[in-house]
Structures are given as C-alpha cells and as structure tokens.
C-alpha cells in the first residue's frame, strides 16, 4: 500500500508493510524521501514522524547534492574511468574486429569499429562492467553462503537507479549495480553480504545490524567509502 504526504518543501512516498517500525530513507540525487511503516500506523501519524526528522531530512538531501559526481563520459582518449577504485586513462582504437575493453598498466583499452558513435561506445563498456561484475560476484556469494548461513539461488546484475542492490528472499535472488564494477572491491563484498543478510532479516532493525556486525565487522566503514566515492552522473546512494 502506497501514498504520499506533504511536507512542505517537499513530499514523501509512504509504504506501509508488516514491519514494526518506521524507516525513512533519503535517496539522491534529487534528495527522494521515502518512509516505510508498519500497516496499522495512519498517515497523520507517520507525518508528524517526518516533521520531527525535517532537520535530518535536510542534511541529508544537502550531503546529497554536495556529492563529487563524474561528469557525463564521452569515451575519448585519455578521460578518466575506474575499475575497483582504481582510475585508468582511455585508449580508444578503431579496427574492423568485434569490440571489446582490456586493461593494461594504467589504461583501458577500448576497441571499436570505424565510425562508432558515442551511445555504442557507451555499450561496449557498460556490458564489459557488466561482465567484471559478474565474474567478481560468484566466488563471493559463494564463500559468505555458508558463512551467513543461507543460499542464494540466482543473482542478477544490471544498472539501478537508487539502489546498489536489492533482494528477494522468498526467491532466494539478489540484484547487483553495475556500476559496483568502479568501486574498491570491499564495497562489492559488502552489498553482497548485507543482500544476503536480507535473506534472514528483511529490515534494518537490530537483529540486521547485530548479524552485519558479527559477519563483518567493518561495514559501517566500508559503507561510508561506498557513499563517498565520485557517483556516476545519474547515481544514488546506499
């Protein structure tokens, strides 16, 4: 069940759901407010909750704003582009063979064919993202499984707009960002297992951070860097 209160300056999307307590979350870039509450809690109620939050609500929306973001990438020789938190420089070349993207030293290679425009250059990169995604993903489900104690029975990696990944633990599956591919290697662990966590907990409450902590230790650390690393120029947060 799904509505929207005024607040003001702004509005938030309210989803009530069989939970026992309010989460409000504060999605970027354009400051998005959503609030997630129990079912037997009234509209008026959940307001008053968010007026009480309007100081963190703002903060929050600036921190957002204020974020370092990439500007639009042009696929051009010598632009900047990063693979697990580490910045390589273009190399772009045109041969009659099919495309692809390589990595040597301190560039990426980008093999294209002759007068190939931008949008496909744009593709190019993102399925191979996609692939080392993919690729990194696997042996890390696979080692936190018995560790978590849970089994994950597809996973799915694709470009999201306001998440870095999600899950659905009746079907056992999680959906990974692509855009993970750019970010230091511990991030990835660290969406993958708190997905999985999600399996055994669906909120956030303290039985979530309890296991969070427990499997790994760091993850308020690791979320922070996440967070803080240059977004793309259509990214979110966590």
Known sequence: MGAIIDLGEFVAE??????KNVHLSVYPPTGQVRISAPLRMNLDTIRVFAIS?????????????EQLRETPREYLDRESHYVWGQRYLLEVSEAEAPPGVNLSHSQMHL?????TKGEKKHAVVSEWYRAQLKEAARPLIAKWEPRIGVRVERFFVQQMKTRWGSA??????????????????????FIIVHEMTHFLVPNHGARFIELMNYHMPNWRQIRQRLNEAPLSHVEWDY
């Not at 609500?57 to 600036?62: G, H, M, T, V, Y």
Request: charged share 35%.
């Open 168 to 189: 659905n633990p009746a079907a056992r599956t999680i959906r990974l960002n692509t855009e993970l591919a750019k970010k230091p290697p511990e991030c990835l662990a």
């Open 111 to 115: 093999r294209i064919r002759p007068g």
């Open 53 to 65: 939050k309007l100081g963190w609500i703002k903060q929050q929306q600036k921190k957002h704003k």
């Open 14 to 19: 309210v989803t009530l759901k069989d939970i």
